[in-house]
C-alpha cells in the first residue's frame, strides 16, 4: 500500500532555514500529484506547495511563495520542501500528501487527497 515518511521537522529560529523530506513507497511516484500540507493547532489543514503529476508544474500557497521550495526526485520517489526566512507563522505539522487522480482545482482542499504521512512538527522561534 502507498506509504508516505515525513522527516526534517525540528525547532528553529526565526529567519532560519529548513528542508523536509517525504520518502514514499507502493506507488508510482511519477504518476502521483503530491503536496505539504501544514495545520496548526485549532487551524486548518492548509496547502503549503503542490506538484503536479510528472512535476510539470509547482504551485505555492501565498504565505509561502519566494520562501519555500517544493521539488521531487523521481529516482530516489522521495518529496522535498526547502523552508527559508522562516517565520513563527510557519510553526505547525508539515503533512505529505499524494494523490494519483486529483485534479487542479482541487488541490487546495485537504480533503481531496487520498494519501497521507504521519507528519512532522516545525516550530519557529522568535
Known amino acids: 500500500q502507498v506509504q508516505l515518511v515525513e522527516s526534517g521537522g525540528g525547532t528553529v529560529q526565526a529567519g532560519d532555514s529548513l528542508t523536509l523530506s517525504c520518502a514514499a513507497s507502493?506507488?508510482?511516484?511519477?504518476?502521483?500529484?503530491l503536496a505539504w500540507f501544514r495545520q496548526a493547532p485549532g487551524a486548518e489543514r492548509e496547502l503549503v506547495a503542490v506538484s503536479s503529476r510528472n512535476g510539470g508544474s509547482t504551485s505555492y500557497g501565498d504565505s509561502v511563495k519566494g520562501r519555500f521550495t517544493l521539488s521531487r526526485e523521481n529516482a530516489k520517489n522521495t518529496l522535498y520542501l526547502r523552508m527559508t526566512s522562516l517565520k513563527p507563522e510557519d510553526s505547525g505539522v508539515y503533512y505529505c500528501a499524494a494523490d494519483r487522480s486529483i485534479i487542479v482545482s482541487s488541490w487546495y482542499n485537504h480533503k481531496n487527497w487520498n494519501y497521507w504521512g504521519q507528519g512532522t512538527q516545525v516550530t519557529v522561534s522568535s
Open positions: 507502493g506507488l508510482t511516484f511519477r504518476a502521483y500529484a
